[in-house]
């Protein structure tokens, strides 16, 4: 049972343009909501974080926008850089406890 | 300040075989979480601990794999007799505290087990 879902397993896009990355989970407890970035052979790092207080949070070229109603989330980068290509995870904190329940990814490619 | 560290970054086992995972923490983090990337999927939670102690082991596998974070050392995750199944990344991260607290990860330890 996949808890949060990322149903698009890659996206492509030119640089300078903006990448719009998608995020639905399905638990309405959910209430902190990350995105981590991760490259081959790395681990993930962390990018930027919501509340679910919040409905939008911004961190120099990222934004987390979420939209509580529909149990969706998404991250907008702009403007996208070549050096952004890697995989990209959406995370939510299980309620009450201190583990992340990660969606599958997806492969963002910024091409020139 | 240093990452989380992990060793080592690539482990081979044959089946049967014992594998030992390490985790050092973020320096000041008492907080330690593993999570295991199986290919072409999301992370999946294992364990998570403090010093000495096991707080959530929900995600890990009944038999065959535990782990320990002792008062002084790193964090071990310790699978015995492996199995090709276990083949994966193996990831820890740690925090400063609980709950939204940000996890950082390391690099990962990848198992191969033939």
């Known amino acids: 049972d996949q808890q949060v879902k990322q149903n698009s397993p890659s996206l492509s896009v030119q640089e300078g343009r903006i990448s719009i990355l998608n995020c639905d989970y399905t638990?309405?407890?959910?209430?902190?909501f990350l995105w981590y970035k991760k490259y081959p052979a790395e681990g993930p790092t962390f990018l930027i974080s919501i509340s679910s207080i919040k409905d939008k949070n911004e961190d120099g070229r990222f934004t987390v926008f979420l939209n509580k109603s529909a149990k969706h989330l998404s991250l907008h980068i702009v403007p996208s850089q070549p050096g952004d290509s890697a995989v990209y995870f959406c995370a939510a904190l299980f309620p009450n406890t201190d583990k992340l329940i990660f969606g599958t990814g997806t492969r963002l490619q910024v091409f020139p | 300040n240093a990452g989380v560290m992990q060793n080592p970054r690539h482990l081979v086992r044959r089946r049967g075989q014992e594998a030992r995972l390490r985790c050092s923490p973020m320096k000041g983090h008492s907080h330690v979480y593993w999570y295991r990337q199986l290919p072409e999927e999301g992370l999946k939670f294992m364990v998570y601990?403090?010093?000495?102690?096991?707080?959530?082991e929900s995600g890990m596998p009944k038999e065959r794999f535990s782990a320990e974070f002792p008062k002084e050392g790193p964090s071990i995750l310790r699978i015995q007799q492996v199995v090709r199944g276990d083949s994966a990344a193996y990831f820890c991260?740690?925090?400063?505290?609980?709950?939204?607290?940000?996890?950082?990860f390391g690099p990962g330890t990848r198992l191969t087990v033939l």
């Open positions: 601990l403090q010093k000495e102690n096991i707080i959530d």
């Open positions: 991260a740690s925090s400063e505290g609980r709950q939204t607290d940000t996890q950082y």
């Open positions: 638990n309405s407890m959910f209430d902190y």
